[in-house]
């Protein structure tokens, strides 16, 4: 049973607008929320992270927002770039377990020039 | 540094044949993951070192798998025999865990693409 979900495999937007991925967990003991993002033929690259005692975090044009009650969380990038074109993967961390990251499937953002 | 290097970049292999695939980690890093990256199941932890010891294994998928860790700056994980739904690409991470404030988030390698024929 997947523990983190991300419902949307793919996602495209327009340069300039707003990218909203999503990302839901059923596990409510997770401490710590990841987004990761991957180029083809690279390893995922840590992105932008959350606490669970918070409900947003932001860096430059990426916020990060976590909904608790919802389990849900999600990453929006504004404004979106060519160059955001790439599959962005969700995690989520148990407490006391080290850095060991359960992910959700992946959702492949495509940023049209 | 020059960060988590994975060797080799692509293995093809025979069905039968043992395949090992080799990870360095981020020197000081106490923790070590091993990824595997398929179409149908996203991102699976197979397993989890802490301070070289194996801590979490309930993602090796079967007894065909094992992985090690001799030190701390060496990890190996051997499939023997390989088949053909063992193809994916796998990926290994370090990170550095701590006390509270001296985490680090995990660092993944670029991944060693497997095809087994």
């Known amino acids: 049973d997947q523990q983190v979900k991300q419902n949307s495999p793919s996602l495209s937007v327009q340069e300039g607008r707003i990218s909203i991925l999503n990302c839901d967990y059923t596990?409510?003991?997770?401490?710590?929320f990841l987004w990761y993002k991957k180029y083809p033929a690279e390893g995922p690259t840590f992105l932008i992270s959350?606490?669970?005692?918070?409900d947003k975090n932001e860096d430059g044009r990426f916020t990060v927002f976590l909904n608790k009650s919802a389990k849900h969380l999600s990453l929006h990038i504004v404004p979106s770039q060519p160059g955001d074109s790439a599959v962005y993967f969700c995690?989520?961390?148990?407490?006391?377990?080290?850095?060991?990251?359960?992910f959700g499937g992946g959702t492949r953002l495509m940023v049209k020039p | 540094d020059a960060g988590v290097i994975q060797s080799p970049r692509h293995e093809v292999t025979e069905m039968g044949q043992e395949v090992t695939l080799r990870c360095k980690p981020i020197?000081?890093?106490?923790?070590l993951f091993w990824y595997r990256q398929t179409m149908m199941r996203g991102l699976e932890l197979l397993i989890y070192?802490?301070?070289?010891?194996?801590?979490?294994d309930s993602g090796m998928p079967e007894d065909r798998f094992s992985a090690k860790m001799p030190n701390a700056s060496f990890s190996t994980l051997k499939i023997q025999p390989s088949e053909p739904r063992d193809s994916a690409v796998y990926f290994c991470?370090?990170?550095?865990?701590?006390?509270?404030?001296?985490?680090?988030?995990?660092?993944f390698g670029q991944g060693t693409r497997l095809t087994v024929v």
């Open positions: 991470a370090s990170s550095l865990a701590g006390p509270a404030g001296r985490n680090t988030e995990a660092f």
């Open positions: 596990n409510s003991m997770f401490d710590y």
């Open positions: 959350i606490s669970s005692i918070k």
């Open positions: 995690a989520a961390r148990y407490p006391n377990a080290g850095n060991m990251l359960t």
């Open positions: 020197s000081g890093h106490n923790s």
């Open positions: 070192f802490n301070n070289n010891v194996p801590i979490d």
